[in-house]
């Protein structure tokens, strides 16, 4: 995939089992007594979270220069303040060689009109050692004073929750408040808390809900994320629905092999009145 994009489509790493080992060992070796309790237990409901009112942002890969683009998602914030919005920068595969001053200006706009802002970090499925990744992520703290970051081409395989965590646990030593990861894809179990929210699809049209929901349902709705491009009108149901299950969304009809450099969906209007609407 062109590196300039904040999301990566898929991965060459599926998943991963969804239980933990030790969740599996506990079901194998307490089954018998859960059988013989049951028969004098009321039937419980799935474990899975209640619909919740925690209003569900969007998610912006803002990867134009600073320029219109910017200005306007500041504009939709405004007119629709109770959605949340976070935005994702990207000055050039991640911060740059050097502290580009149009940047600064334009994320310090975002932040003082109370957008928080994330910096685009690539780890190439893991591939990237931690010092690096971690100099990668002081730049953008020290040069342009982000909020977090977003850990691109995630490993999703079990065996690098470790690896992650040590990225989250960095960010949140020097001041960042939002670690999020992305592989554009399903992640194991294990890999709820490990960073503050994982990107769980990216992919053209939206996913079902069936999808969003699932064993994604038994956790907060902030631990997941989804983004979809080349949607070319917005069902505006499918996001009543969504935001169920979703801490953050992002919906655009631009389209392969460039959907986030064009400027803002054409629906935003829409999209975020949608959003608004269901807040509380």
Request: charge should be negative.
């Amino acid at each position: 995939m062109d590196n300039l994009l904040l999301f990566r489509i898929g991965s060459s790493h599926d998943g991963g089992e969804r239980y933990p080992q030790a969740a599996r060992a506990l079901y194998s070796s307490l089954l018998a007594s859960v059988i013989l309790m049951s028969a004098f237990l009321p039937i419980l409901a799935p474990a899975h979270a209640a619909p919740t009112t925690t209003p569900t942002g969007i998610m912006v890969p803002l990867f134009s220069y600073h320029g219109p683009s910017w200005s306007q998602l500041i504009k939709w914030h405004q007119l629709y303040p109770n959605v949340p919005v976070v935005a994702v920068v990207d000055p050039i595969l991640g911060p740059g060689q050097f502290r580009d001053p149009n940047f600064e200006v334009g994320i310090q706009s975002m932040q003082n009109a109370g957008i928080p802002v994330l910096g685009y970090v690539t780890t190439h499925y893991a591939h990237v050692s931690l010092a690096s990744v971690e100099a990668t992520i002081s730049n953008y703290r020290y040069w342009y004073h982000v909020n977090g970051t977003v850990l691109d081409q995630m490993n999703n395989s079990e065996s690098q929750a470790g690896y992650y965590a040590s990225i989250t646990n960095f960010d949140k030593s020097i001041g960042m408040t939002m670690t999020i990861g992305n592989p554009g894809t399903e992640v194991p179990q294990n890999f709820v808390g490990v960073v503050d929210a994982n990107v769980i699809y990216e992919s053209p049209g939206v996913p079902s809900l069936s999808y969003i929901a699932g064993w994604h349902a038994a956790y907060p709705k902030s631990s997941w994320i989804i983004t979809a491009y080349a949607v070319g009108s917005l069902d505006t149901a499918w996001v009543r629905g969504a935001s169920q299950y979703l801490g953050y969304l992002y919906i655009t009809d631009g389209v392969w092999p460039d959907p986030y450099t064009a400027g803002l969906p054409s629906y935003m209007n829409t999209l975020m009145s949608t959003l608004q609407s269901l807040d509380g």
